[in-house]
């Protein structure tokens, strides 16, 4: 099975406090690409991330870091220092490399997360 | 850079109209696609292409038909809205498979 699993459906921290956000996936494929996507409350999809299933580095942008586990199947996404622009729902995706998938992107149902002032 | 322009960005339709959602990509990418995302369900393909003459259905086609004529455009017409079709529709293109995939600003549908 092809799935993205995101286990936290809502997250209220208040500001500056650092937070996670778990994303799990499922793939049979050897190849395969992770995404993160950011919709702010204005509903646009703004890319974050992709990662290759052959880079398993850790990537830090600013704020924003993602840990990327094949071990166990996980792409997590860190805000350090949180802002209240950083509410939005974010999504977890995957897209397999089996040609029999055509390059459909898998999405997680996403994660609703409210910085407080 | 204008990206992924879809249009109209809302629109209400009484059930039984037929209208096209536009959208165009000026990035000259292969592959284009049709989501649309519902509360609680995530988002769902509904077409894709992957170059111009060549389309395919997703994980929800019904009523819904796409054509690719160009590089650069990808409708997507509702051939007669039905209530269940209100939603918010993301088109989105990316290079190749496995690459970036971008998004349009979303169309917000009612069908009353």
């Known amino acids: 099975a092809q799935k993205v699993t995101q286990a936290q459906t809502e997250i209220s921290v208040v500001e500056k406090e650092d937070v996670t956000l778990d994303c799990v996936y499922e793939?049979?494929?050897?190849?395969?690409?992770l995404f993160w996507y950011k919709q702010p409350p204005s509903g646009e999809l703004v890319f974050l991330i992709r990662?290759?299933?052959?880079d398993e580095q850790n990537e830090i942008s600013g704020r924003y870091s993602w840990n990327f586990q094949k071990s166990t199947s996980s792409f997590n996404f860190t805000i350090t220092a949180s802002q209240v622009v950083d509410s939005a729902v974010y999504f977890c995706a995957l897209i397999p490399n089996n040609a029999g998938n055509n390059r459909k992107l898998i999405w997680g149902l996403g994660t609703s997360l409210a910085v407080n002032p | 850079n204008a990206g992924v322009t879809q249009t109209p960005k809302f629109q209400v339709l009484k059930t039984g109209q037929s209208m096209t959602l536009q959208c165009a990509q000026d990035?000259?990418?292969?592959?284009m696609s049709w989501y649309r995302q519902d509360p609680g369900m995530g988002l769902r393909l509904i077409h894709y292409s992957v170059g111009a003459g060549i389309t395919d259905q997703g994980e929800v086609p019904n009523g819904y038909n796409v054509s690719r004529s160009t590089t650069e455009d990808f409708p997507l017409r509702l051939l007669s809205a039905a209530p269940s079709q209100t939603s918010v529709y993301f088109c989105?293109?990316?290079?190749?498979?496995?690459?970036?995939?971008?998004f349009g600003e979303g169309s917000w549908l009612t069908v009353v």
């Open positions: 989105a293109s990316s290079r190749f498979s496995g690459n970036t995939i971008y």
């Open positions: 990035m000259n990418h292969e592959y």
């Open positions: 793939t049979r494929d050897t190849t395969y690409y």
């Open positions: 990662r290759n299933s052959f």
